[in-house]
């Protein structure tokens, strides 16, 4: 299958850049699939389960959110977050995901429920990668 | 004499502990600016690239957006990020920072400070503050910025604000730094002009504007970050430069003091002698 470029970049700089098949990914409207020759196509990634396809394997990682950016040269994903399921620590997730259940019982603004319910859907995403991926 | 002679050695003494303090600052000094400035290489990409990607939506959808980050709110005040340090010994990075807070913050404004010295500097001239990120400049903490903007982002769009500008300063080479004043909010699209846009077809999923709600809270967590960075990177820069000059001045003090100790012990043996050959010669 032709192949083409990722780059996923993080605030602690490039997390990888490699040449693949295939990309699955969830953006705010729906789960997508990108392969090579896609048109141009910006859009908002989820929290979410992403793979890719790199040479016949599938390797899979959990995103804390962030922007898919697709031209002729190459795709690029902005993640604030991302981690392999080898990389997330699933003693770390399930403490988070008690936390922010502790908080949504609690919290009386909308602000801090919308902080919880992020925080929790990113945990539970961390673990869900972590079981399946 | 000989009391002179005893308190030009107590000085060198003093002098001496002083430069080994500016000597250790400075050697600390240039390991955690060879730190910062590594961070500063790494977060490039992804500052780089959000700003990009930005400008080249923003670009070719010009007239078509209606984004609420891209119109300023007449009426409400600015907030100020302002960015200092929370340890001292760092030259002139504070006094600065200070100087062009004093010309651009006005009364009714809201300022975020991070670091202490800032907030003793605001407290001294009663201006209140937000104390919530003072220590951002210790932890570098992204889950800290992301906070922030989100709690700035969510102002915005209820038209609390008219402005978000940012103070902070920036590191030209080793040698220079300058503050500066950047406006994040509404996002100034005169900035990006210097990005060609490559690709004029772009599809959003779902549309634009939801594309841009998304982005540039992204945006502006990369931008505040990079210059976070780049402002702990200017201070430890100034505070390596100004402790090797107190070092060095240090070093030229203790020749000075050492020549005035050795002549004053010569005149004391020059006086000693010339008293015991006035008493051999009286007898």
Same mark, same amino acid.
């Given at each position: 299958?032709?192949?083409?470029?990722?780059?996923?970049?993080?605030?602690?700089?490039?997390?990888?850049?490699?040449d693949?098949?295939?990309?699955?990914l969830?953006?705010?409207?729906?789960?997508i699939?990108?392969?090579?020759?896609?048109?141009?196509?910006?859009?908002?990634?989820d929290?979410?389960?992403?793979?890719?396809?790199?040479?016949?394997?599938r390797?899979? #990682?959990a995103?804390a959110?962030? #922007?898919?950016?697709?031209?002729d040269?190459?795709?690029?994903?902005? =993640?604030?977050?991302?981690?392999?399921?080898?990389?997330?620590?699933i003693?770390?997730?399930?403490?988070?995901?008690?936390r922010?259940e502790?908080?949504?019982?609690?919290?009386?603004?909308?602000?801090?429920?919308?902080?919880a319910?992020?925080?929790?859907?990113?945990?539970i995403?961390r673990?869900?990668?972590?079981?399946n991926? | 004499?000989?009391?002179?002679?005893q308190s030009?050695?107590r000085?060198?003494?003093? @002098?001496?502990s002083?430069?080994?303090?500016?000597?250790?600052?400075? !050697?600390? =000094?240039?390991?955690?600016l060879?730190?910062?400035?590594?961070?500063?290489?790494? !977060?490039k990409?992804?500052?780089?690239?959000?700003q990009?990607?930005?400008?080249?939506?923003?670009?070719?959808n010009?007239g078509?957006?209606?984004?609420a980050?891209?119109?300023?709110?007449?009426d409400g005040?600015?907030?100020?990020?302002?960015?200092?340090?929370?340890?001292?010994?760092?030259?002139?990075?504070?006094?600065?920072?200070?100087k062009t807070? =004093?010309?651009?913050?006005?009364?009714?404004?809201? @300022?975020?400070?991070?670091?202490?010295?800032? =907030?003793s500097?605001?407290s001294?001239r009663?201006?209140?503050?937000?104390?919530?990120?003072l220590?951002?400049?210790?932890?570098?903490?992204f889950?800290?910025i992301?906070?922030?903007?989100?709690?700035?982002?969510?102002?915005?769009?209820?038209?609390?604000?008219?402005?978000?500008?940012?103070?902070?300063?920036?590191? @030209?080479?080793?040698?220079?730094f300058?503050?500066?004043?950047?406006?994040?909010?509404?996002?100034?699209?005169?900035? #990006?002009?210097?990005?060609?846009?490559?690709?004029?077809?772009?599809? #959003?999923?779902?549309d634009?504007?939801?594309?841009?709600n998304?982005?540039?809270?992204?945006?502006?967590?990369?931008?505040?970050?990079?210059?976070? @960075?780049e402002?702990?990177?200017?201070?430890?820069?100034?505070?390596?430069?100004?402790?090797?000059?107190?070092?060095?001045?240090?070093?030229?003090?203790?020749?000075? !003091?050492?020549?005035?100790?050795?002549?004053a012990?010569?005149t004391a043996?020059?006086n000693?002698?010339?008293?015991?050959v006035?008493?051999?010669?009286?007898?």
């Amino acid at each position: 299958m032709k192949q083409f470029k990722l780059k996923i970049v993080t605030p602690k700089g490039i997390y990888k850049e490699t040449d693949i098949e295939m990309l699955n990914l969830k953006t705010t409207a729906g789960q997508i699939g990108i392969l090579a020759n896609h048109i141009p196509l910006a859009s908002a990634i989820d929290i979410s389960e992403m793979n890719y396809i790199e040479n016949g394997e599938r390797k899979t #990682f959990a995103i804390a959110g962030g #922007f898919v950016y697709v031209n002729d040269e190459e795709t690029t994903i902005i =993640a604030n977050a991302i981690e392999s399921p080898e990389e997330i620590d699933i003693r770390r997730a399930e403490e988070a995901k008690q936390r922010a259940e502790g908080r949504l019982h609690q919290s009386q603004s909308d602000i801090d429920i919308m902080r919880a319910e992020i925080a929790l859907k990113k945990a539970i995403n961390r673990i869900y990668v972590k079981n399946n991926g | 004499m000989a009391s002179n002679m005893q308190s030009i050695k107590r000085r060198i003494k003093s @002098v001496e502990s002083t430069k080994k303090i500016t000597k250790a600052m400075q !050697l600390v =000094a240039t390991s955690k600016l060879r730190k910062t400035r590594n961070q500063l290489e790494e !977060l490039k990409p992804y500052y780089s690239m959000v700003q990009e990607t930005v400008a080249e939506i923003l670009e070719s959808n010009k007239g078509n957006i209606d984004n609420a980050y891209l119109k300023e709110n007449k009426d409400g005040q600015t907030v100020y990020i302002a960015m200092t340090s929370s340890l001292g010994l760092c030259g002139g990075y504070n006094a600065n920072v200070f100087k062009t807070i =004093a010309k651009e913050i006005q009364d009714d404004d809201i @300022v975020y400070m991070i670091g202490t010295k800032g =907030a003793s500097y605001l407290s001294h001239r009663h201006i209140e503050y937000k104390h919530g990120y003072l220590n951002l400049n210790s932890t570098l903490d992204f889950k800290e910025i992301v906070r922030l903007v989100g709690e700035l982002t969510q102002m915005y769009r209820n038209r609390e604000i008219s402005k978000i500008k940012i103070i902070y300063t920036e590191f @030209v080479n080793n040698l220079t730094f300058t503050p500066r004043v950047v406006t994040l909010l509404p996002i100034d699209t005169s900035e #990006f002009d210097n990005i060609t846009v490559t690709n004029k077809y772009t599809v #959003f999923e779902p549309d634009a504007n939801e594309v841009l709600n998304h982005l540039i809270p992204m945006y502006l967590q990369s931008v505040i970050y990079g210059y976070l @960075v780049e402002s702990v990177t200017s201070e430890n820069a100034s505070r390596r430069m100004s402790m090797e000059n107190a070092t060095d001045n240090a070093e030229e003090l203790i020749g000075e !003091l050492l020549l005035k100790y050795n002549q004053a012990r010569q005149t004391a043996i020059t006086n000693e002698i010339s008293e015991i050959v006035a008493g051999a010669n009286a007898q």
